[in-house]
């Protein structure tokens, strides 16, 4: 079993930043991959990005790229999620998750592990 917390979320105007943590506890898989989604309510959950258990692969959704940078430290069992220039439609609860086989794309089912989520609130 993995528990995963999130933690960084809050309130920030848009152009700013926030990063968000994904704290890992339990089971660790050496081929996984993690990832972040956000949702908002009466939407599907969206992929955001995620990382490879070494790292060498990333991923993001075409709306977040060059805004966004998924990053882990495996010592700390962590995956961060450095979010910059937010606009107001990034405004969702965001959770991360594990897939245990590793990356196996963008859709939610195919992730094994998730966080409660953390809301992230960005004003205009």
């Known amino acids: 079993q993995v528990q995963l917390v999130e933690s960084g979320g809050g309130l920030v105007q848009a152009g700013g930043s926030l990063r968000l943590s994904c704290a890992a506890s339990?089971?660790?898989?050496?081929?996984?991959?993690t990832g972040w989604f956000r949702q908002v309510p009466g939407k599907e959950r969206e992929f955001v990005a995620a990382?490879?258990?070494?790292?060498?692969?990333?991923y993001y959704a075409d709306s977040v790229k060059g805004r966004f940078t998924i990053s882990r430290t495996n010592a700390k069992n962590t995956v961060y999620l450095q979010m910059n220039n937010l606009k107001p439609e990034d405004t969702a609860v965001y959770y991360c998750?594990?897939?245990?086989?590793?990356?196996?794309?963008?859709?939610?089912?195919?992730?094994?592990?998730w966080g409660q989520g953390t809301q992230v609130t960005v004003s205009s």
């Open positions: 339990g089971r660790t898989f050496s081929k996984s991959a």
């Open positions: 990382i490879t258990w070494s790292g060498g692969s990333i």
């Open positions: 998750a594990v897939d245990e086989i590793g990356y196996s794309g963008t859709y939610p089912s195919m992730y094994d592990y």
